[in-house]
T-cell receptor, first 117, second 111 residues
Framework: GAVVSQHPSRVICKSGTSVKIECRSLDFQATTMFWYRQFPKQSLMLMATSNEGSKATYEQGVEKDKFLINHASLTLSTLTVTSAHPEDSSFYIC?????????????FGEGSWLTVV | DAKTTQPNSMESNEEEPVHLPCNHSTISGTDYIHWYRQLPSQGPEYVIHGLTSNVNNRMASLAIAEDRKSSTLILHRATLRDAAVYYCILRVNFGNEKLTFGTGTRLTIIP
């Protein structure tokens, strides 16, 4: 079964509103989670690294004020897309490392489809 | 990050073995070779990883060249459910390093 869960799996929001996507590690603690975005027929693009109890580290070109990341606990990270626009419509995916399992396996969530209308 | 090169697409007949190649000529001594796959509309799924020796698990086998500049993911008996994009990724084995995805290989299974 899934060890990293995302919610919601699909969301439609109006342009200009904000939407929050949750990423949970279900049976392990994750001090670090990663957020990706994927457009149709393209590969995953890393947006940011989410660190528990501290600020996220954003990749070059990703607006930190638009994509707010909060990692308040060892099992939950959230991505908030603020003032969403149609071009933000994409598949958002999170991942987390299970350090207890030898430190080498990264698990991914099921992804969240965001459609901005 | 060291770069990997994979064919954009491959086809294979159902119930036949599939060999997915990956070139990583600039691999460093601390890089592990990881393979993930992504089924349509899902997040990536871990397949296998290795450092120097060939590796086997219930999903696949990983054959690593002696000079580590290339590797091959082997699906022993492809099924329709193996149709996915397969990503070969290099990653050091130190905790919270991010995974950087290339374009991967889109595998089509022919019934």
């Amino acid at each position: 079964g899934a060890v990293v869960s995302q919610h919601p799996s699909r969301v439609i929001c109006k342009s200009g509103t904000s939407v929050k996507i949750e990423c949970r590690s279900l049976d392990f603690q994750a001090t670090t989670m990663f957020w990706y975005r994927q457009f149709p027929k393209q590969s995953l693009m890393l947006m940011a690294t989410s660190n528990e109890g501290s600020k996220a580290t954003y990749e070059q070109g990703v607006e930190k004020d638009k994509f707010l990341i909060n990692h308040a606990s060892l099992t939950l990270s959230t991505l908030t897309v603020t003032s969403a626009h149609p071009e933000d419509s994409s598949f958002y995916i999170c991942s987390a490392r299970d350090g207890a399992k030898g430190g080498n396996t990264i698990y991914f969530g099921e992804g969240s489809w965001l459609t901005v209308v | 990050d060291a770069k990997t090169t994979q064919p954009n697409s491959m086809e294979s007949n159902e119930e036949e073995p599939v060999h997915l190649p990956c070139n990583h000529s600039t691999i460093s001594g601390t890089d592990y070779i990881h393979w993930y796959r992504q089924l349509p509309s899902q997040g990536p799924e871990y397949v296998i990883h290795g450092l120097t020796s060939n590796v086997n698990n219930r999903m696949a086998s990983l054959a690593i060249a002696e000079d580590r500049k290339s590797s091959t993911l082997i699906l022993h008996r492809a099924t329709l459910r193996d149709a996915a994009v397969y990503y070969c990724i290099l990653r050091v084995n130190f905790g919270n390093e991010k995974l950087t995805f290339g374009t991967g290989t889109r595998l089509t299974i022919i019934p």
